[in-house]
Nanobody
Framework: QVQLVESGGGLVQAGGSLRLSCAAS????????MGWFRQAPGKEREFVAA????????YYADSVKGRFTISRDNSENTVYLRMNSLKPEDTAVYYC????????????????????WGQGTQVTVSS
């Protein structure tokens, strides 16, 4: 069993930055690939970014490439999502997720590949 808790969301003006954090506990954190997803009202849950257990491999949605950066600190059992140049269309609840499978066998952009989910944190970007 793995517990995930997101933090760092809030209200920011367009062009600003936020850093989201996801703290993990319960099992050996470094075994899990991690992902970030988001969901806006009335829309489907959308993939944002993913990272392998070592941090050596990352994958991003086209909509955030060049603006968002995913990273992890296994010594602190924490995954981060740095969001720069934020746009109103980035407004959503952001969720972190853990996949208990090897990076090389999963499709990191597919939500059902992930076994554990956090409660979400709200990000609102004003125009």
């Amino acid at each position: 069993q793995v517990q995930l808790v997101e933090s760092g969301g809030g209200l920011v003006q367009a062009g600003g930055s936020l850093r989201l954090s996801c703290a993990a506990s319960g099992r050996t954190f470094s075994r899990f690939a991690m992902g970030w997803f988001r969901q806006a009202p009335g829309k489907e849950r959308e993939f944002v970014a993913a990272i392998s257990w070592s941090g050596g491999s990352t994958y991003y949605a086209d909509s955030v490439k060049g603006r968002f950066t995913i990273s992890r600190d296994n010594s602190e059992n924490t995954v981060y999502l740095r969001m720069n140049s934020l746009k109103p269309e980035d407004t959503a609840v952001y969720y972190c997720a853990a996949a208990g499978r090897p990076w090389g066998t999963l499709r990191p952009h597919v939500s059902y590949e992930y076994s554990y989910w956090g409660q979400g944190t709200q990000v609102t970007v004003s125009s």
